[in-house]
């Protein structure tokens, strides 16, 4: 059994280690796929651990990752040093930060942001916190949308350009490089980037979820009350949720800035933030393989029926748009998993009272 | 001060529209605690269906009065939002009744996007502008003014509050509407169809939400599938703010958010010597939320939902 374990992790790894070397045959949109999905993957790993764990459903989340990826744009784009004559004068050779400042700061900031958001709502319950949290999230996008005036510092809709790729270890992931003579694109080098952080997080994840915070986490989400009374610090906790969980939303953020090169207010909408709920909630809300899934799946879908929907437009005679097409599949998909499986796709084996609706 | 009277006009307008929305809200969310995001998709539906109703009338029956034709095309669209909203909460909403609390509300996302792209088919993407049925010379009142759009506006608002009024505190449906919000088991009991009372719930909120989607076009001139969004989203706010549940909370709420997001729209350049223009007005509302909420932390009239953590 043990032996069997090892054996399908075994091939696992191997398979995610070699899927961009095959896909980069197909072309690089194929691997940027992959690089967005797992970019998703630790976006929904954040967010799994304040849903999923604490049980405080945040629709605001996508805040966090546009903070992060603003914060890593402006410190490694022309932006400041255009706009800003002392920056520019301070450094005369642009602005290029090292990762391991713009990292930790992108990753502090949203970190802070996050228990600042904690904090006034505390007090509130279930779906009060949904909908506070949500306008949490629209404000830092209208924040962003309008901060080029008087003093442009977020470029307002027109967003930030010419974000340099990450260097790591001296190797720049915007460029192909040759490994033992063979070719590795940029997109794959991200690739191996982005799934090293997710094999991190996952790590940080399981961790948490056997510790004493997670225990605490799991019992503030089961009964809050009760959780209260046998002594458990629910101020405290609950606002390392949102501080953890923020975190990592910040970290994908600049890992995004980094990749896209490109950042605007449009690709941190509130559609975000539903879709990232989405994802933890189809897979399987506080399972870590479920969220996984739940955010491969949604995240990969639209991409891939990008190339599906075309043929599929030829069917119905070109009436249909291709992305309209996509749209209407995606939202038939997440009505239909609900439908059949409430629990999510991949729920975990032992379930919470919290997340059955004991009212009826 | 014409501009302050100006601005409180408007925003009564705006608040009576979110309203009529935050009304199905928060009817929706006193029984079966169900954010339904696809309520604003609802008013959309209303709102484009009367588009088209206008349209073909305008056609086939040149020289009826606007009025009637406006009518004529409330009534319609009203029905057809009902049975839809009926149709959703049946396939969507009922066998999630007893899932846990997340699904439904993923199930009422997808539905939003369902809504949002079944309309972008049906009706086209673009932006319809959307005909001025009633005579347009605004009328003047000490110095502000109001066109008979948004009177229309008021007065529909004044007479769908009244009667929804009636329908929940004087009636048996209202009766059975109420102790199902206390208690579905309990209810269930007393010989209450705690089904029956939750489709007609949903049908008294889709009638609402399709008379604040004509109310939205016909003030605003234009309809297309994304403009139930926004609304909605404010329309939940606004019932949160006074309070879910709490029917008298969700007008209040609505009509306050209106106010404050027309004020504020109207003097945020003068306050801060126009450092901050009035694109900010959307936020007024979520920074007001924040901060009542954290003061009162069920709204403003309380909730009458009792506490089933």
């Known amino acids: 059994m043990k032996n069997q374990k090892l054996l399908t992790s075994l091939v696992a790894a191997i398979a995610l280690l070699l899927l961009p070397l095959l896909l980069q045959n197909f072309g690089n949109a194929w691997v940027r796929i992959a690089d967005m999905a797992l970019l998703f993957v630790l976006l929904a790993l954040g967010l799994n651990i304040v849903v999923g764990y604490a049980g405080l459903l945040d629709l605001g989340y996508v805040a966090f990752f546009a903070i992060g990826a603003y914060m890593f744009g402006l410190l490694n784009s022309p932006h400041l040093t255009d706009y800003f004559p002392a920056i520019a004068a301070m450094f005369p050779n642009g602005l290029h930060t090292p990762l391991w400042v713009t990292i930790p700061a992108a990753a502090g900031l949203a970190g802070i942001l996050g228990i600042l958001l904690g904090a006034p709502t505390l007090r509130l319950r279930g779906d009060y916190l949904a909908i506070v949290t949500l306008g949490f999230g629209e404000i830092i996008r209208v924040f962003l949308n309008n901060l080029d005036h008087?003093?442009?510092?977020?470029?307002?809709?027109?967003?930030?350009?010419?974000?340099d790729p990450l260097t790591f270890f001296g190797y720049s992931l915007g460029k192909p490089h040759e490994f033992f003579g063979f070719r590795v694109e940029s997109v794959s080098m991200y690739y191996y980037l982005f799934l090293s952080l997710v094999v991190i997080s996952v790590i940080i994840c399981h961790r948490l979820e056997l510790s004493r915070v997670g225990r605490a986490w799991m019992a503030i989400r089961e009964d809050e009350i009760a959780a209260k009374a046998m002594g458990i610090n629910t101020r405290n906790l609950k606002l390392m949720a949102f501080g953890m969980g923020a975190t990592f939303g910040g970290v994908s953020g600049a890992m995004f800035g980094?990749?896209?090169?490109?950042?605007?207010?449009?690709?941190?909408?509130?559609?975000?933030?539903?879709?990232?709920?989405?994802?933890?909630?189809?897979?399987?809300?506080?399972?870590?393989?479920?969220?996984?899934?739940?955010?491969?799946?949604?995240?990969?879908?639209?991409?891939?029926?990008?190339?599906?929907?075309?043929?599929?437009?030829?069917?119905?005679?070109?009436?249909?748009?291709?992305?309209?097409?996509?749209?209407?599949?995606?939202?038939?998909?997440m009505i239909a998993v609900m439908l059949t499986r409430p629990r999510g796709l991949w729920p975990s084996p032992e379930h919470g009272k919290s997340l059955q609706n004991n009212r009826a | 001060m014409e501009i302050f009277l100006q601005q409180v006009i408007n925003g009564l307008v705006l608040g009576s529209m979110y309203a009529l929305i935050a009304l199905g809200y928060t009817m929706v969310y006193g029984i079966i605690n169900l954010i339904n995001f696809a309520h604003g998709e609802v008013m959309m539906v209303g709102a484009l269906t009367s588009w088209t109703i206008i349209g073909l009338m305008q056609e086939s029956m040149p020289g009826t009065p606007g009025f009637i034709i406006l009518l004529i095309a409330l009534l319609i669209s009203c029905v057809v939002a009902a049975t839809?909203?009926?149709?959703?909460?049946?396939?969507?909403?009922?066998?999630?009744?007893n899932s846990p609390k997340l699904a439904p509300l993923i199930t009422a996302i997808g539905m939003s996007i369902l809504l949002q792209t079944l309309a972008m088919i049906i009706w086209k993407p673009n932006y319809k502008s959307y005909p001025t049925l009633l005579p347009s010379t605004p009328i003047d009142i000490a110095g502000a003014v109001i066109t008979p759009t948004q009177v229309m506006i008021l007065?529909?608002?004044?007479?769908?509050?009244?009667?929804?009024?009636?329908?929940?505190?004087?009636?048996?449906l209202g009766r059975a509407m109420r102790a199902t919000a206390e208690n579905p088991r309990v209810a269930g009991l007393m010989g209450v169809k705690p089904d029956m009372v939750?489709?007609?719930?949903?049908?008294i909120g889709a009638v609402l939400a399709a008379i604040a989607g004509v109310m939205y076009a016909s003030n605003y001139g234009t309809a297309q599938h994304a403009m139930g969004f926004l609304p909605g989203l404010k329309a939940f706010t606004a019932a949160v703010f006074g309070g879910i549940g709490n029917l008298a909370g969700a007008v209040v709420g609505a009509i306050l958010?209106?106010?404050?997001?027309?004020?504020?729209?109207?003097?945020?350049?003068?306050?801060?010597?126009?450092?901050?223009?009035?694109?900010?007005?959307?936020?007024?509302?979520?920074?007001?939320?924040?901060?009542?909420?954290?003061?009162?932390?069920s709204g403003l009239l309380g909730e009458r939902v009792a506490d089933r953590a």
């Not at chain 1, 008087?150 to 974000?163: A, E, H, L």
């Not at chain 1, 969220?291 to 437009?313: C, D, F, K, N, T």
């Open chain 2, 155 to 172: 007065g529909f608002t004044a007479v769908s509050l009244a009667v929804l009024m009636w329908l929940v505190n004087y009636t048996k």
């Open chain 2, 84 to 97: 839809l909203n009926f149709v959703i909460e049946k396939v969507a909403y009922r066998p999630l009744r």
């Open chain 2, 198 to 203: 939750i489709s007609a719930t949903f049908i």
């Open chain 2, 257 to 297: 958010l209106g106010l404050i997001e027309s004020i504020g729209a109207g003097y945020i350049g003068a306050l801060t010597g126009g450092v901050l223009g009035s694109h900010y007005s959307d936020i007024f509302a979520f920074i007001v939320l924040i901060i009542v909420l954290t003061l009162r932390p």
């Open chain 1, 150 to 163: 008087p003093v442009n510092i977020t470029n307002g809709p027109k967003g930030i350009s010419q974000i």
């Open chain 1, 258 to 333: 980094s990749f896209q090169g490109f950042i605007s207010p449009e690709s941190f909408s509130l559609m975000e933030s539903v879709m990232i709920v989405a994802m933890v909630v189809l897979g399987g809300v506080g399972h870590l393989p479920g969220v996984i899934l739940g955010a491969v799946l949604l995240s990969a879908l639209p991409e891939v029926l990008r190339y599906v929907a075309g043929p599929l437009q030829a069917l119905t005679g070109g009436r249909l748009d291709a992305s309209i097409l996509r749209q209407l599949l995606i939202a038939l998909a």
